[in-house]
């Protein structure tokens, strides 16, 4: 299990998303990385690491902060 604070994901936590990956937060879990928005349905949640290195939780147009009922400041935990 790795608990990934805010920020850039490091070369080491990069290599280790290639592994297969469950993201949870609170309940809810994506299972996998996306490599793109449209890898899922619409309405549906994904994980991708987004050109600046940062891992991203988002719905395929909706909105992922009512989706997982987070809040600022939410743990993510990423697990492998």
């Known amino acids: 299990r790795m608990l990934v604070a805010a920020g850039v994901l490091s070369d080491v936590g990069r290599r280790k998303l290639s592994a297969p990956v469950h993201i949870r937060i609170g309940t809810e ?9 449209a890898d899922v349905p619409v309405g549906k ?5 987004g050109s600046r290195g940062y891992l ?10 009512r989706h997982f009922t987070a809040n600022r400041g939410e743990t993510v935990y990423l697990e492998w």
């Open 29 to 37: 879990v994506v299972a996998g990385l996306s490599a793109c928005y």
């Open 45 to 49: 949640p994904l994980a991708l690491v």
């Open 56 to 65: 991203e939780i988002a719905v395929n147009q909706g909105n992922a902060q």
